[in-house]
């Protein structure tokens, strides 16, 4: 009993919404460390991820994966719910379903009333209240496993192993192009030509993007100083990673941090 505990621990619900209550979601160019997962039962969405858009139609799910920057087209005739969560537990399920960040898109689920198994418990820290939650996040995750089972191994490409093992090391000092292609005993162009047809990014600008984002949620939600803030993100000179910060958001670290401040 205590394993199963400390399994669903790591579930976390941040929040929830519908298209008629979707203040947080509608954030735009807003970094989370959650996953959003949202479902069309209305309508066709018009969703922006990464830069790339995709078409969500009725019955459709998207999910917006932990430091993506998406934004979605408002359109009053277009009905959906949406999820943030997080925990090692949601990641695991995740990887059983045919979801990737560049698939974020999939469908169709027609199940009558679906959207209504997105209404899930609030957390009120109380063990019971734990597992009610848990038990919603894994009945709604069991039909997306049962109608688009992951096919991780088949998918399992030389870009998508590049991607986690950026994702686990980016933050890392000198961390490099060169460390990526050591580990999966590949050709530097080959991986490059591969990454760029698959995610429409070089390698080096998908680690500049983990970067960046990771440091927009920094400058938004700590008092660390710009120079530490570097220092976490894999950037050993606060000038350069400045440099970097800017021409990826369009202003400075500290410009950004005193824009995030004036619309909490």
Known sequence: ??????????????????????????????????????????GVMQIEIDGRNFEAPRGFSALVFPFSRFRIKFDPAVKYVWLEFSGFACAAILSRIDFFKNKPVIGTIDLEGFEELFDVPE??????????????????????????????????????????????????????????????KIDRSHLFRLFREEMGMSVIEYITHRRVARAEILLAGSSMTVKDIAYSVGYSDQMYFSRVFKKFTGSSPTQYRENALQEV
């Open 1 to 42: 009993m205590k394993r199963i505990a400390n399994y669903l621990a790591h579930f976390r619900c941040h929040s929830k919404g519908n298209s008629e209550n979707n203040k947080r979601l509608m954030q735009e160019n807003t970094l989370f460390e959650t996953y959003k997962l949202i479902y069309v039962f209305d």
């Open 123 to 184: 957390e009120t820290g109380e063990p019971y209240a734990l597992y009610r939650f848990a038990g919603c996040i894994l009945l709604l995750m069991s039909y997306y496993i049962e109608q688009f089972p992951g096919s991780y191994m088949e998918y399992d490409t030389y870009v998508q192993r590049a991607c986690r093992y950026i994702d686990a090391n980016f933050c890392t000092q000198g961390f490099s192009v060169k460390d990526v292609t050591e580990k999966l």
